[in-house]
């Protein structure tokens, strides 16, 4: 079983709709949460953390958390082209190690 | 800029050589991470700094890999000999470890994209 597990995807959604990125995670002490954009060819750049159970929205990004159902999701509202690219989930154990999911494909069509 | 800053941002190489990159990290971070990236993955661990010390290295990175961060500041990685295999991305990331309650986020520098001809 991966550690950190994601849809590849493409997931494509019209411009304007809400994308729903969804990630899943193998080790139940893991404390912090992140979502990574990723354009091609470009570095990984941080979007959102979330430590807590529930929802953290920052402008049109909102997180969700679920540590029981061992669960994190990305809404983007109101997707727009420029939103089009890879999101990573990425789990942070409490030590040192960050586990990288693959990555879902984001599109959204103009 | 106080971000995490990587040089070079692309090396091409001939099979055999030898290579160095170096990672400047948030100035006031005390974690720096060495990552590869392949094309539909994400970053792989390789290994990682508390200020100057070099805590873990991952298993899967060859004795052909070393990385140093001298005086607990900029970090360097070496591959040696290198091989078609390693033609990737190779990313640079910071983080301040013990900081604000819940806070571990982790920062990339651009990353260098090494091809191994």
């Known amino acids: 079983q991966k550690e950190v597990e994601q849809n590849s995807g493409p997931l494509s959604v019209p411009e304007g709709a809400i994308a729903s990125l969804n990630c899943t995670y193998s080790?139940?002490?893991?404390?912090?949460f992140f979502w990574y954009r990723q354009y091609s060819g470009k570095s990984p750049e941080l979007i959102m953390s979330i430590y807590s159970n529930g929802d953290k929205e920052d402008g049109r990004f909102t997180a969700q958390l679920n540590k029981a159902s061992q669960y994190v999701s990305l809404l983007i509202r109101d997707s727009q082209p420029s939103d089009s690219a890879t999101y990573l989930c990425a789990v942070y154990s409490g030590t040192y190690k960050y586990i990288f999911g693959t990555g879902t494909r984001l599109k959204v069509l103009a | 800029d106080t971000g995490v800053s990587q040089d070079p941002r692309h090396k091409i190489t001939k099979r055999g050589q030898n290579v160095t990159f170096r990672c400047d990290p948030i100035s006031e971070h005390n974690r720096l991470y060495w990552y590869r990236q392949t094309l539909g993955q994400g970053p792989e661990f390789l290994t990682y700094f508390q200020n100057e010390a070099q805590l873990e290295k991952s298993r899967l990175l060859s004795d052909r890999f070393s990385a140093e961060r001298p005086k607990g500041s900029f970090s360097t990685l070496e591959i040696q000999r290198t091989e078609q295999g390693d033609s990737a991305m190779y990313l640079c990331a910071s983080s301040l470890q013990g900081g604000l309650a819940g806070n571990n986020e982790q920062f990339f520098g651009p990353g260098t994209r090494l091809t191994v001809l």
């Open positions: 080790d139940r002490g893991s404390q912090s």
